[in-house]
Nanobody, 122 residues
């Protein structure tokens, strides 16, 4: 079983940047696809981005393509989500997930972190 811990969330102004981190432990991290979901109040969890085990192949939701970049360092068991040009629609709790199959449906990701909050102000 792999445990995931997110960090890096906070309060930022519109247009600012943040980098989230997801630290993994307890399992063969390099075996997993790692992704990010987000959930805003009153909304369903939304797929954001994912990165394959090789650290090269990535996939993004259309809503963040060109603004967010996902990367990973398998030696450090860590995945990052660089978020630029943040706007009000990006405000949400962000969750790190791990699995062996890429899917935009949250139900297909077996491992979840506790989430980190991103708040965007004017």
């Amino acid at each position: 079983q792999v445990q995931l811990v997110e960090s890096g969330g906070g309060l930022v102004q519109v247009g600012a940047s943040l980098r989230l981190s997801c630290a993994a432990s307890g399992g063969p991290f390099s075996n997993y696809i790692v992704g990010w979901f987000r959930q805003a109040p009153g909304r369903e969890r939304e797929f954001v981005a994912a990165i394959w085990q090789d650290g090269v192949n990535t996939h993004y939701a259309d809503s963040v393509k060109g603004k967010f970049t996902v990367s990973r360092d398998n030696a450090k068991n860590t995945v990052y989500l660089q978020m630029n040009s943040l706007n009000f629609e990006d405000a949400a709790a962000y969750y790190c997930v791990a699995g062996v199959k890429l899917d935009a449906d949250a139900r297909y990701w077996p491992y979840w972190g506790q989430g980190t909050q991103v708040t965007v102000s004017s």
